[in-house]
């Protein structure tokens, strides 16, 4: 069962993991703002509540996890989104990444292929009081076509290579940021659809995620 309660310990804690951010490199002070805000132990089972602000990832079923804290302030700075920038993140799990993008002022699509965790969230109060997301149960590698064009778009999963049809999905001038790779490490990488036509392709750092899957998974 996922807690309710945001004590002044929980939020004691946060602001601990925003200095522990910092010291590592993370310097966009409304990814820290954000961070500083959401209840990271709000998206795990309470089990794991005296260890819900280490950077660390942990299992929130279906053979998923929610990465950490330091990984989703990574992307999420890589980002860059800004104020009522439409996203479309790919891979919802918890929906922590979510809602720390929604806190930023983003408004957020956010598609998850497994059942159990979509329908987790969308049965968890708290997290559908939230502004500024929408869920949806799909396949990732389709995105969300109907909503498209989109500012920008966060894939939390590692993708075998860069996914052709959610580049379309982007506006000109849009980016979006993905772990490519099929081993057990993949490179961060920036993808802009650039208005005169075609991609550009930045590398950065190498992080671990689990395996982006097509298809959806109703069980």
Sequence with gaps: MRPTTDTYRHQGLRKKLVDTLRAKGISDESVL????????HF????AFDEIAYEDRAFPIGQGQTISHPYTVAYQTQLLGASRFDKVL???TGSAYQ????????????????QKALFDSNRGFLWLQEQPGIKYF????????PTYAP???????????????????QLRPGGWMVVPVGEG?????????????????EEIFDSFSFVPMLSGKKAD
Excluded: C, H, N
């Design 150 to 168: 989109f500012d920008k778009i966060l894939i939390t999963a590692a993708a075998p290579s860069v996914p052709d049809r959610l580049i379309e």
């Design 98 to 113: 979510a809602t720390v993008l929604a806190k930023m002022g983003a408004l957020v699509y956010t598609i998850e292929r």
């Design 33 to 40: 703002q954000a961070i500083a805000e959401v209840p990271r």
């Design 43 to 46: 998206f795990l089972d309470s």
């Design 89 to 91: 993140e790919v891979g």
């Design 184 to 200: 057990d490490v993949q490179q961060m990488k920036k993808i802009t659809r650039l208005v005169q036509g075609g991609i550009a």
């Design 137 to 144: 149960y799909g396949d990732g590698f389709a995105g969300l």
